[in-house]
Nanobody, 117 residues
């Protein structure tokens, strides 16, 4: 079992920045990848960004150039730096982790990000 604890959500004005953190209960070097999904009411959960143990990253098109995912192996933590936030980024952001490419996701509890003036 992998436990994930998220922090860093909140209310921010359009154009502002936030950094989300996701701390894992295991060495993240033992995981295939980690990252973030987001979900708004009535819509499917959307993959926002992921990073593999080999530091390969991927982003959904709508956040490319604005969001940056990174990892600190010594702290077993993954970060999502979100710049130039837009109202459409408003969602609950969920951290995920996978042990292998084919395994299911472990999930964090979710953190609310609200972009509003």
């Amino acid at each position: 079992q992998v436990q994930l604890v998220e922090s860093g959500g909140g209310l921010v004005q359009p154009g502002g920045s936030l950094r989300l953190s996701c701390a894992a209960s295991v060495s993240i070097l033992s995981l295939y990848d980690m990252g973030w999904y987001r979900q708004v009411p009535g819509k499917q959960r959307e993959l926002v960004a992921g990073i593999t143990s080999g530091d390969i990253t991927n982003y959904v098109g709508s956040v490319k150039g604005r969001f940056t995912i990174s990892r600190d192996n010594a702290k077993d933590t993954v970060y999502l730096r979100m710049n130039s936030l837009k109202p459409e980024d408003t969602a609950v952001y969920y951290c995920y982790a996978r042990r292998t490419y084919y395994s299911g996701n472990f999930w964090g509890q979710g953190t609310q990000v609200t972009v509003s003036s």
